[in-house]
């Protein structure tokens, strides 16, 4: 039964992550739109616009690594599972991943 939890815990936060995700990623789609027929130098971005880049690139690599500590779950080892080792390096990523990104 703990396993089964375990392995529902993962599939609710990536599918929550992935959502999360998608509607940042829409918000700043729309909120470049907006800018760049207002704005004549389409090149320079706006804080706000690095502010929602960092957020989507960040989102995205943590769904992916998502994906891995998932698959990885599912992976048996004579002592646990493959997920037990990399779900500490998943932690890490999502402390250490938006700095990175600035």
């Known amino acids: 039964a703990l ?3 375990q392995i529902a815990n993962l599939v609710m936060s990536l599918l929550t992550n992935i959502t999360a ?6 918000k700043a789609w729309r909120h470049r739109k907006v800018v760049s ?4 130098d389409k090149r320079k971005k706006t804080k706000p ?7 989507v690139e960040s989102g ?4 992916i690594s998502g994906v891995i ?6 992976v048996n080892l004579p002592f646990g599972t493959l997920g037990d080792i990399y ?7 999502a402390v250490c991943l938006p700095s990175s990104l600035l």
């Open 69 to 74: 500590v998932l698959a990885s779950s599912l």
């Open 49 to 55: 616009e690095r502010v929602l880049k960092v957020l």
């Open 21 to 26: 995700t998608t509607s940042v990623a829409i």
């Open 60 to 63: 995205l690599f943590y769904c």
């Open 37 to 40: 027929v207002a704005n004549q």
């Open 87 to 93: 779900t500490p390096v998943h932690v890490q990523i």
């Open 3 to 5: 396993d089964i939890s």
